[in-house]
């Protein structure tokens, strides 16, 4: 007998989701390089479409019909397969919802998105993480680890928080290996930011097979991370069951108004990407310059990159001697060796680089 609400056994394993700090210890505005938020803000006309969407009496299109309309038109998708989020990361939450609970398992890779872990036991079933290889995802790992209880398989690509990347063949052939009865999740929340013409066929697989679903967002390259706009699509009866379980009025009217300006403003999105390329190659070379202090920088495709420490200086001695010089960046417990920092603009990598050089000078 108890005299209070039991919640369900498994939600104490839930360890609540941390975001990139905004702010020092000591509550110092800081350069804020821990959440991969756009150092460019987001496209003027997307800005100017919010101030002129006020209407809080009103409640917003539950369907998010325009914005479907034109993000289907936009990538060449039929309207009724796309979803709206509240960011993709409700879509994630949905998907682990609507396919796995008690008893089954959900797959992902080590040094993945910390919400996979935290989505799985919210449906009652079990992480199962599987060794990568250099930081990245490794298909043949993530194939080894599936049992006749996995149901979902979630991978990011390019993967936060190491920025890794897998090629088209190597995705195609993570689906084939998988049984047709596993949803294979693909999160693109990064994939504007990967280069031209390095297409790794998620769209593809979505549009055709009946076990993929692709996750997406505005947050990233479209500047639009406060509004909370994210989108999937995969085969119609996927898409039915998510929108099944997701909140009603789940994408705000603010954010409607603002994606959709945004998705009209690629030019804008274009921009991001190549500041991003050309700012996170003058980081890369910075760091390889460091080489003999132990500093090496994972490959990325994405607006961040994961600085490993494997010399004198740790990740978490690196991670504080950034924040005391105003420098807010990411250090994860299971990644101790490491720090992941967004590409931020080219003063700040440049600060960066000079901080870090400074630190691990200090410790030899």
Request: charged share 20%; proline share 6%; with cysteine.
């Amino acid at each position: 007998m108890t005299n209070a609400p039991t919640p369900k056994p498994w939600i104490a394993g839930i360890h609540a989701y941390v975001p990139g700090k905004a702010a020092g210890d000591d509550g110092r505005v800081v350069a804020k390089l821990s959440a991969n938020e756009n150092p460019l803000g987001c496209s003027p006309l997307a800005l100017e479409a919010i101030g002129k969407a006020q209407h809080p009496s009103r409640y917003p299109d539950g369907d998010s019909a325009e914005l479907r309309t034109a993000i289907g038109a936009h990538y060449g998708i039929d309207p009724t397969r796309i979803i709206m989020g509240a960011g993709s990361g409700e879509l994630l939450y949905l998907a682990a919802s609507g396919y796995a609970g008690p008893g089954d398992e959900v797959l992902f890779s080590e040094y993945a998105f910390s919400l996979y872990d935290i989505v799985a036991r919210r449906a009652g079933a079990v992480p199962v993480e599987a060794p990568a290889t250099d930081y990245a995802n490794d298909v043949d790992a993530l194939l080894a680890k599936v049992s006749t209880r996995t149901r979902v398989v979630l991978v990011a690509n390019p993967n936060n928080p190491t920025g890794t990347y897998l090629p088209r063949a190597e995705i195609a052939r993570l689906h084939a290996g998988l049984p047709s009865d596993v949803l294979l999740v693909l999160d693109l929340a990064y994939a504007e930011y990967v280069a031209p013409g390095d297409d790794d066929g998620a769209m593809d697989l979505a549009a055709s097979q009946p076990n993929v679903l692709v996750t997406r967002t505005f947050s990233k390259a479209y500047g639009l991370a406060g509004e909370r706009v994210g989108w999937g699509t995969g085969a119609a009866p996927v898409i039915d069951i998510l929108n099944r379980l997701r909140g009603a009025f789940n994408v705000a009217n603010t954010a409607q108004s603002g994606a959709l300006a945004a998705l009209a403003d690629q030019q804008f999105v274009e921009h991001s990407r190549r500041h991003n390329a050309e700012v996170r190659a003058r980081f890369a070379a910075a760091i390889a310059a460091l080489g003999n202090h132990g500093l090496r920088m994972v490959p990325s495709e994405a607006n961040f990159v994961l600085v490993v420490f494997e010399d004198a200086l740790s990740g978490e001695a690196a991670y504080r001697a950034l924040a005391e010089q105003g420098y807010m960046t990411r250090w994860f417990p299971g990644i101790a060796e490491a720090v992941r920092v967004t590409i931020g603009t080219a003063e700040e990598m440049e600060a960066v680089a000079a901080i870090l050089r400074r630190a691990a000078e200090a410790a030899k």
